[in-house]
């Protein structure tokens, strides 16, 4: 599979604190960029956002707003995930890479984030999914997995796809075994299943039986 590290761009210089606003505002309108990288003796000291630069003055430099940059970053050694974390929080498409030393050595594109989301084993393989629901106390991901081991199914991932303050909703990637057996295991621990399944023959014994019943109250 593809390393995050292979996705690093340079496509486009870091812009220098020393340009003038003009042709800041002429590299925002050939690009799609939310944000991009600024550096200053080749250090990065943040973020310019094309948003802010429309309003500025044109023979201005970017030094001179050095307050509207913004700090966000990556580390090139940083799991996707946690990239993919950095851009949702700054709503950015673009994220600035440090080394260890803060030395600023490119920047990701989310295009290419997501991407390589798409080649994971959670996207790429076959498989069933099921949403599930239970209480905050309550939640635990070894017991999820355990779940699905136990049905003779191979976890392909989890993550946590919505929460509140009482209760939280873990969407789950399952391969082999047998969904049906994983469904009513969830039920049996008290966990609600949000997702509906051709598998589920509780809901289908449900549905069977309100028909029936629909029938004879119309008889």
Known sequence: MTEINDYINNDYKAIESSETIEIVQ??????????????????????????????????KKIKDYRYTLEGFFARKDMIWLDVLEV????????????????????????????????????????GGIIVIKTSLLDFSMSQIAQIVESNNGK?????????????????????????????QTFRRYNYEIISEHNEDNYLNNLKERSEYLDKYLNI
């Open 155 to 183: 976890l392909l991932g989890l993550f946590v796809s919505d929460s509140d303050a009482v209760s939280v909703q873990v969407t789950v990637k399952i391969a082999l075994g047998g969904l049906n057996e994983i469904i």
């Open 87 to 126: 851009f949702a929080k700054n709503h950015s498409n673009v994220v600035p890479i440090l080394d260890d030393a803060n030395s600023y050595v490119g920047y990701y594109e989310l295009e290419d984030i997501v991407k390589f989301f798409h080649e994971t084993p959670f996207l790429k393989e076959q």
């Open 26 to 59: 002429d590299f925002f309108s050939d690009v799609p960029y939310s944000h991009f990288p600024v550096i200053e003796e080749g250090i990065y000291i943040g973020s310019i956002a094309s948003d802010d630069i429309e309003t500025f003055d044109l023979d």
